[in-house]
């Protein structure tokens, strides 16, 4: 048994990101995953997630700006480059384009409205039918590379990093937690919770969590027809409907809405054909510069809110980083701070406090 001062589970890109914050403020750290690095059972899997500056929430347009700052530094560290900037763009109704603009302005961020004729001069693979929203400061991560490098940093500072490990239960008393595998226990002064989906039944009885809901997502992988350039897409007709975004050679849809409610244990993996219908008649409505034949398709995880916020905040020996609502990985180092700032014993942002 080795006593530790803090133990992490679940090595998605929070638990990931918590350990290269924690390692780097000096601490001992023991990190354990259930599964090997880039399984696809989780939220995380992958080469590309939209990095955008582009909320209707100034809350979020700021953590986006940290957000940023410390994507340059992770690169910087890692030596490679884990955010591409290509610049992203919203339009619809419900992304209200004209007060997104003004917003993201005011937060400093070099935002331009577009009109639809500018915005199709532009972009012509995609079909713009109001105004535009471009966002210089948007693009795309990569979330293998960048949970590889974070693991890396943080194993480089001294931390024990464990794949292939799940902790089957964790039991707190007056001094902290012990963690039990299936080939020991570990004792830790304070545990961070980064599990994703599982996160419910993990601190089920020992943290009072607010509703999180488990659900299967898709998304689709298109060939492109045009040469681009190719930003990353939002598209809201009624509410935050459609993202799309470049990964290596495809164009990725996906819908925000309209996963499957489910467990991060009985999920199936399967695709809905229902949902592939959709992501073609989309792409075919809206993306005239992809070929509308899916090539490729996955499943994934949400764990979500009522309101989307986050959960990141501390109870006892515990702090629970669920960092996720299907909008959680543009956040991901800022997520490692605001966790290691939990250990240090500060304050959480109010809106993701615990109740
Ligand atoms: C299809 C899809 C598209 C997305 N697109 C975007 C996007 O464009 N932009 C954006 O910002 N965000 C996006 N997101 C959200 C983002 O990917 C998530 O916020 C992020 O991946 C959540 O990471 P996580 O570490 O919280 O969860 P996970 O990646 O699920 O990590 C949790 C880890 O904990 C491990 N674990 C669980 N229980 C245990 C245990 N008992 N012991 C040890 N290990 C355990 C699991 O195996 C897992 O690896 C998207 C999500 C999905 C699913």
Same mark, same amino acid.
């Given at each position: 048994m080795d006593d530790i001062d803090v133990a992490i589970v679940g090595l998605g890109l929070a638990g990931s990101a918590v350990a290269w914050a924690v390692s780097r403020r000096g601490r001992s750290v023991a990190a354990f995953e259930?599964?090997?690095?880039?399984?696809?059972?989780?939220?995380s899997h992958g080469r590309a997630r939209i990095f955008r500056r582009?909320?209707?929430d100034p809350l979020y347009v700021e953590l986006t700006g940290r957000a940023g700052r410390l994507w340059e530094e992770l690169g910087e560290q890692a030596g490679?480059?884990?955010?591409?900037?290509?610049g992203g763009v919203d339009h619809g109704p419900a992304r209200e384009p004209e007060r997104m603009a003004a917003l993201l302005q005011e937060h400093g961020v070099a935002a331009e409205l577009l009109d639809r004729a500018e915005a199709a001069r532009r972009w012509p693979g995609i079909r713009f039918e109001g105004p535009v929203v471009f966002d210089p400061e948007g693009g795309v991560l990569d979330p293998e590379a960048a949970m590889a490098a974070m693991v890396r940093l943080a194993a480089d500072a001294g931390a024990h990093v464990a794949y292939d490990?799940?902790?089957r239960a964790l039991k707190p008393d007056a001094e902290g937690v012990t963690l039990i595998t299936d080939s020991g226990t570990w004792r830790a002064r304070t545990v961070v919770v980064?599990?994703?989906?599982w996160t419910g039944p993990l601190l089920d009885g020992l943290v009072p969590l607010p509703p999180l809901t488990v659900t299967q997502q898709q998304v689709f992988f298109f060939d492109r027809? $045009? %040469?681009? @350039?190719w930003p990353t897409v939002v598209h809201g007709?009624?509410?935050?409907?459609i993202y799309a975004l470049p990964e290596g050679s495809y164009f990725k849809v996906g819908e925000h809405v309209n996963g499957a409610v489910t467990t991060a244990d009985d999920r199936d993996f399967t695709v809905d054909p229902a949902a592939r219908e959709r992501a073609v008649a989309y792409a075919r409505a809206?993306?005239?510069?992809? $070929? %509308?034949? @899916?090539?490729s398709e996955l499943t994934c995880l949400y764990t979500s809110t009522p309101n989307e916020d986050f959960v990141l905040d501390r109870r006892g020996p515990f702090v629970v980083c669920s960092?996720?609502?299907?909008?959680g990985a543009k956040f991901t180092p800022l997520i490692g701070e605001l966790a290691a700032d939990l250990v240090d014993g500060r304050p959480p942002i109010g809106r993701f406090a615990l109740r």
């Open positions: 259930a599964y090997g690095p880039g399984h696809r059972r989780g939220s582009a909320y209707l490679e480059r884990l955010l591409t900037r290509t490990t799940p902790i980064a599990a994703g989906g027809k $045009d %040469p681009g @350039p007709e009624t509410s935050l409907d809206w993306l005239p510069g992809l $070929d %509308p034949v @899916p090539r960092a996720c609502s299907g909008h």
